[in-house]
């Protein structure tokens, strides 16, 4: 029992050009149809779906490489028929996709999404403070907007075991994506997201969906705010690092007194436990004067790194 033959026929045969003014696409639909003889009277419509002597699910058009094939259908050419059917393809330029699900390349969009970060200078490098001279405490904030993209791509159906470790990871190399490079430490993986395994033309797959964040000072990939949180003057700080104030109400005494050995409780100037903390000078002592400008920040790796090249293996 099978297809027999086929041949072209003009019913059913439209095309149609849509201008979408939302994002200046233009996108063009056609429809085909061909007159399909079956061997058998007990030949059915997936007799006929499964022919290869007709267009599969992302088939090219033959008048237009672009346009692929998104839909299709057969039906009895009239009641009484047991052997002739007529069968309709549907194409569009929409989509990008492949008879073979696993060849559909790796598409990416762009976006950005705005959270809040500490700030403690202007964008020209001045300190934020009060009338006296002070940070404000807690420190302002302002919106930081990060740079995010989101790639998708058919894989295998099994679930890969690297997608355990890349949660939260931060790219220990650089990579590209989407035709854009990225330097190592500007990029931490956000979300990923692995669909529900599905089939086409026989081919089972799920599609992989990879979020990812970029942070970071310049005037390339990863340029915005740091999380730092400053203007001018952050170049250094590692963008996903924990930056914190150097501060606290005890300091290290070089001398060795006192009950905890070498560290101490911070007296103010009446010889009283302090009851707030003051910034400390990296070292552990505090600072005697103390400004925004000699304020030191301490740096903690909280992220594991990863090699993002794997990502970008996936993806290419």
């Known amino acids: 029992m099978s297809v027999t033959s086929v041949e072209p026929i003009n019913d059913n045969r439209s095309g149609n050009e849509v201008y979408n003014e939302a994002d ?4 063009k639909t056609s429809r085909k149809a061909w007159r399909v003889h079956t061997s058998s009277n007990t030949d059915d419509e997936h007799d006929v779906l499964a022919s290869a002597l007709l267009p599969k699910i992302g088939t090219a058009h033959s008048g237009d490489a672009n346009s692929r094939c998104i ?25 990008a996709i492949e008879e073979n699900p696993l060849n559909d390349p790796a598409k990416t969009e762009w976006s950005t999404e705005t ?3 500490p700030i403690w200078e202007d964008v020209d490098g001045n300190g934020i403070v009060n009338s006296a001279g002070d940070p404000f ?22 679930v890969p ?35 529900e395994v599905q089939e086409r033309n026989d ?35 590692e963008p996903w690092d924990l930056n914190l104030l150097d501060q606290g109400f005890r300091e290290i005494d070089d001398e060795g007194s ?30 005697v004067d103390p400004s925004l400008e000699n304020s030191v920040f301490l740096q903690f790796q909280v992220y ?7 990502i970008e293996s996936m993806f290419s």
Do not use: M
């Open 161 to 195: 075991n690297w997608i355990f470790a890349y949660q939260d990871g931060v790219n220990s190399d650089s990579f590209t994506i989407d035709g854009v490079g990225v330097e190592a430490t500007w990029a931490k993986v956000s979300a990923i997201h692995l669909g």
């Open 24 to 27: 200046g696409t233009s996108v």
């Open 304 to 310: 594991r790194q990863r090699a993002f090249s794997l």
């Open 115 to 117: 959270f809040q970060t």
């Open 258 to 287: 006192g009950a905890s050995g070498n560290i101490r409780n911070i007296k103010n100037a009446d010889g009283e436990d302090i009851t707030a903390p003051v910034p400390l000078d990296g070292e552990g002592h505090k600072i």
């Open 71 to 95: 839909g299709r259908q057969c039906n009895p050419e009239s009641h009484g028929q047991k052997r002739q059917w007529i069968f309709v393809a549907d194409y569009s330029n929409k989509y």
């Open 137 to 158: 405490d807690p420190p302002p904030e302002k919106d930081d907007s990060r740079w995010t993209s989101i790639t998708r791509k058919n894989v295998l159906p099994s």
């Open 203 to 237: 081919t089972e797959y799920r599609v992989l969906t990879v979020t990812i964040h970029y942070r970071g000072e310049g005037e390339g990939v990863g340029s915005g705010s740091g999380s730092y949180g400053s203007g001018s003057g952050t170049d250094a700080i």
